[in-house]
């Protein structure tokens, strides 16, 4: 029979050393918990970004017919749509794509700079505030777009949308003590 692992070495149950007064947090109510460990790690940085090169060349070679829809987390039971953003590298200067989930809201298009909860802003969010002026595509559809960060007001209106959207924001919001930015890409004329 195995015994519990002591406080401080990985329980499956952080409410276990919670209550012997550790100080692990406790799950909230909503049932999100602390950021799982190594998602942030230099192999998991690795494999999402191949990955995500992947499912651009999928996405640009079937116009999103394959890549489109997002499959993973909350998406699994809800299939989330996705797009590509092309922004340019703030130093470098290069093109690059980034695929995300988005909500339409009127002609505006929303992303969430979330980053999977993690510590640090998205490098396409830093490139899009130094650029704001980009495109998006979205299937066989390509979008002239320029990048804002949403007004506060903004912001509150469109987190319930985007939770229903996609219900791991919620989560990722309680991982991270920064405030996750939610981006408004509006029309542009050519």
């Known amino acids: 029979m195995r015994r519990a692992p002591a406080c401080g070495r990985r329980p499956r149950s952080s ?3 919670a209550a012997r007064g550790t100080g692990r947090p406790v799950p909230e109510a909503s049932g999100a918990t602390r950021r799982p460990p190594g998602l942030d790690s230099p192999t998991v940085k690795k494999l999402l970004k191949r990955v995500s090169r992947s499912q651009v060349w999928l996405y640009r070679r079937t116009n999103g017919r394959v890549g489109g829809t997002w499959r993973v987390g ?4 809800k299939p ?6 092309d922004h340019l590298g703030r130093r470098s200067g290069r093109l690059f794509t980034t695929p995300l989930l988005y909500l339409e809201d009127g002609s505006d298009v929303v992303v969430v700079a979330s980053q999977g909860g993690m510590a640090a802003h998205p490098q396409w969010y830093r490139n899009l505030v130094a650029s704001p002026d980009t495109q998006v595509q979205i ?3 390509l979008r002239l777009v320029t990048a804002r960060v949403a007004e506060p007001a903004e912001r ?3 987190w319930p949308l985007l939770d ?3 219900a791991d ?4 919001r309680s991982w991270t003590d920064r405030e996750i930015p939610v981006v408004v890409l509006e029309p542009r004329a050519r």
């Open 15 to 17: 409410t276990r050393c």
């Open 74 to 77: 909350a998406g699994f039971r």
């Open 80 to 85: 989330v749509p996705v797009l590509l953003l």
């Open 139 to 141: 299937g066989p559809e």
């Open 156 to 158: 509150e209106r469109l």
């Open 164 to 166: 229903e959207l996609y």
């Open 169 to 172: 924001f919620a989560d990722y």
